[in-house]
């Protein structure tokens, strides 16, 4: 399903003027033109070859490639257009870089225990197995939605852009070793690591949970956009501390709904 490699139905418009096609063997080297090329005007031979500004382009295939602790994402893209192949490109290149792109889904597999990847967990109990669909994040990070959230989340990123409201995420489902690291970092006082929940014991195990950038919180257009609207798509607000976490839980959102509001304890 398209919900689960969305990228096969978007377009893209390239807005770095500098966006240089690189090599189908090794990513990381650009390609330049030879002798032999159709030169556009204005470059000569050992120039780099660029996809021209303002150039709306379809997506072929996508490489998830590890960069130091960061991924990186390149895209094989072809002018959407006319067609014209071009190659593959840093996906940076594109107005708004590639944010919300689902990039397949994952698959509990066959006697997956209670440490998998697609494991969940509960109240410090592990309580199962969910099928997991990979997003990437505000930060050109990879996350995961579960199956069951990333619908309604969509429907919820779609009805925001139709008010020029941009929703993405920063963080979804984590798996427990993610939720130990988080925790066990957040005790030893590491810097950049913020108050975490024990492994097994956060919402953001058991596939309702994801963190929402909202700016600040009440005031700001994306808070004040998700106070009106998240509850018609099953999000409610369920950490009074947290602005900016958010949990698929349609119950208790329409419960919130009927109270005029967007929180558990409003």
């Given at each position: 399903?398209?919900?689960y ?7 893209f418009l390239v807005?770095?003027p500098?966006a240089?096609?690189r090599?189908?063997g ?5 390609l ?7 030169i556009?005007?204005?470059s000569v ?11 709306t382009v ?11 602790k960061?991924?990186r994402?390149f895209?094989?893209?072809e002018?959407?257009v006319?067609?014209?192949?071009f190659?593959w490109?840093?996906t ?5 870089a590639?944010?919300n ?6 698959d509990?597999?066959?006697?997956a ?11 410090g109990d ?6 997991l ?5 505000a ?5 995961n ?8 989340y969509?429907?919820?990123v ?10 993405v995420?920063?963080?979804?489902f984590?798996?427990?070793?993610a939720?130990?690291y988080l925790?066990d970092?957040?005790?030893?006082g590491?810097?950049g690591?913020n108050?975490?929940?024990k492994?097994g ?6 596939g ?6 909202v700016?600040?919180g009440?005031g700001?257009?994306v808070?004040?956009w998700l ?5 018609s798509?099953g ?9 900016w976490?958010?949990e698929y839980?349609?119950?208790d959102?329409a419960?919130?709904?009927?109270r ?7």
């Amino acid at each position: 399903m398209a919900i689960y490699d969305n990228y096969r139905e978007k377009t893209f418009l390239v807005s770095d003027p500098d966006a240089r096609v690189r090599s189908t063997g090794d990513i990381w080297a650009f390609l330049t033109y030879a002798a032999t090329d159709d030169i556009p005007a204005g470059s000569v031979v050992g120039d780099y070859i660029l996809i021209p500004k303002e150039t709306t382009v379809s997506v072929r295939d996508v490489r998830i490639v590890p960069a130091g602790k960061r991924n990186r994402f390149f895209a094989d893209v072809e002018d959407a257009v006319s067609g014209r192949h071009f190659g593959w490109t840093a996906t940076t290149n594109f107005q708004g870089a590639f944010r919300n792109v689902t990039l397949g889904k994952i698959d509990p597999e066959s006697g997956a225990g209670r440490y998998a990847e697609t494991a969940a967990w509960s109240r410090g109990d592990y309580v199962g197995q969910v099928a997991l669909v990979k997003i990437v994040d505000a930060g050109l990070e990879l996350e995961n939605l579960t199956q069951d959230t990333i619908e309604p989340y969509f429907a919820m990123v779609q009805a925001a852009a139709a008010d020029s409201i941009v929703i993405v995420i920063n963080s979804g489902f984590r798996t427990y070793a993610a939720q130990k690291y988080l925790y066990d970092n957040w005790k030893k006082g590491v810097t950049g690591f913020n108050l975490a929940a024990k492994p097994g014991h956060s919402n953001h195990q058991n596939g309702t949970a994801l963190d929402i950038p909202v700016s600040g919180g009440p005031g700001l257009p994306v808070y004040d956009w998700l106070a009106v609207h998240a509850t018609s798509f099953g999000f409610v607000r369920t950490v009074k501390s947290e602005y900016w976490h958010w949990e698929y839980r349609p119950s208790d959102a329409a419960e919130a709904k009927t109270r005029n509001a967007h929180t558990l304890w409003d």
